[in-house]
């Protein structure tokens, strides 16, 4: 079925229903543009969100000494921030993009559960309402970190970790949902003729994410239902008094955690292999090992999580163990950057929004891959451990790495969900601002880190100030640029240049000359459905 034929038969079903206009329309959807929409929108608020508090901290650290916060409320933003952006910001973004991009891209009607989708799409809301309103509780909100580490999220947490705890529930029970209806839409309703290595990459990286997704978000809700008890009910899971073991906690955490920073990471993969080949004029080089590559990171994450806890006392043939696991999965990762760069090689390139984030994307993301293969080095990390260098190394990856893929998505798909092409000198603008501010941010954290300076600390040693002053201005001038996108948004939404039917010129059809096995391009419908 063509997007078109999608259209009218939505637009058939919405008459034939008798659906409800406006602001009902947007509640009872199952139209899974509406509510990818509904998800992008959503990450975007987070977004901005997350990122007011990470103007609190840097403002806080412009100086050395106590100035503008409390240092309750200090640990308070930076734990509601890193959730925030977790599960807020960048999970939320990739699951719209998900739900407006996987059926287009398999030739399916819609997603295969929409009714299960709107209602994961409509608990967040609430679970963000719930842990945002924490903060406003007697004693404050979360001020643990966002890795809740015990017993400061048990023996010595404010009340509020109640609400923490339940918010957590409400955002892992969306993303459980989310992730059964992607893997059923992309196993039962592929197009006629849409084998499994003819999926484009995105279908591909978002299927394998989805099986990350339901292995760890359990693993995730026993670590919260631990903590709540041992805080509420009298249990000592972590509590070495009644018998049980803080580390255990950590365990139990990185568990879920380490696989979840891949759940962030592995989707920016498959719309960087979308793209690149897009304004390189070329098909993507190497699409079965790029598959292979995805499944054996995926496969890999489970069995690096105690990298997080060198410092906690671990045999000497467990820290080997872990250090050789972290190291071999910079190689299936060290394909896919190959394998882009071999994309652009005498391509014909050009440079248009899309392509300046997602070659940005190559280069940053790849900086933040060489500081993880510093800090996987054990004696190594016991210098780095909990100091900004850590900071830096998970900002390169996640900012520079799926913040910036997602830019680049929206900037990509933009005229096809709109109609309307965006204005190219803001795209570019938006572009210069954030990746000079970004660095300007993220790169000076490596030498705090490397000169000793402790993270999540509201004061520090004059010796860092100059370098902090930097960071904080290039925080400031990240997140102001931001506001060019949010415009930019706006703008095309509105109105515009009309999108022509190929908007990327010289892109498109490519793919049908090709011998199989091509993947299929977003834009198009396969032959066998037209």
Known sequence: MSTTTQDQTAAHDDHHHGAPKGIMRWLLTTNHKDI?????????????????????????????????????????????????????AVMPAFTGLA??????????????????????????????????????????????GWTFYAPL?????????????FSIHIMGISSIMGAINVIVTIVNLRAPG???????????TWLITAFLLIAVMPVLAGAVTMVLTDKFFGTSFFDAAGGGDPVMFQHIFWFFGHPEVYIMILPSFGIISAIVPAFSRKPLFGYASMVYATASIAILSFLVW???????????????????????????????????????????????????FAVAFIILFTIGGFSGLMLAITPADFQYHDTYFVVAHFHYVLVTGAIFSIMAAAY??????????????????????????????????HFLGLAGMPRRIPDYSIQFADVNQIVS???????????????LVIKCIRGGEKAPAKPWEGSEGLEWTLPSPAPYHSFTTPPEVK
């Open 306 to 356: 105690a990298h997080h806890m060198f410092t906690t006392g671990m045999p000497v043939f467990a820290e080997l163990f872990f250090m050789y696991c972290t190291m071999l999965i910079a190689v299936p990762t060290g394909v896919k950057v190959f394998n882009w760069v071999a994309t652009m090689w005498r391509g014909s390139l050009s440079f248009e929004t899309p392509m300046l």
């Open 473 to 487: 201005i290039g925080g400031f001038a990240f997140g102001l640029s931001q506001l060019i996108f949010l415009v």
């Open 99 to 144: 739900n407006w991009l996987i059926p287009m891209m398999i030739g399916a009607p819609d997603m295969a559960l929409p009714r299960m989708n709107n209602w994961s799409f409509w608990i967040l809301p609430f679970a963000f309402t719930i842990l945002l309103s924490s903060l406003f509780m007697e004693g404050g909100g979360p001020n643990f």
């Open 412 to 445: 990509y798909w933009l005229p096809k969900w709109t109609g309307h092409m965006y204005n190219e000198r803001l795209g570019q603008w938006h572009f210069w601002c954030s990746v000079i501010s970004v660095n300007v941010l993220f790169f000076p954290m």
């Open 36 to 88: 990818g929409t509904l998800y992008l929108w959503f990450s975007f608020i987070m977004f901005l969100t997350g990122g007011a508090m990470a103007m609190v901290i840097r403002a806080e650290l412009f100086q050395p000494g106590l100035q503008l916060v409390e240092p309750n409320f200090f640990n308070q933003m930076t734990t509601v921030h890193g959730l925030i952006m977790v599960f807020g």
């Open 153 to 165: 999220s048990t023996t010595y947490s404010p009340d509020s970790t109640a609400l923490f705890v």
């Open 194 to 204: 849409m084998t499994w290595m003819k999926l484009p990459l995105f279908v591909w």
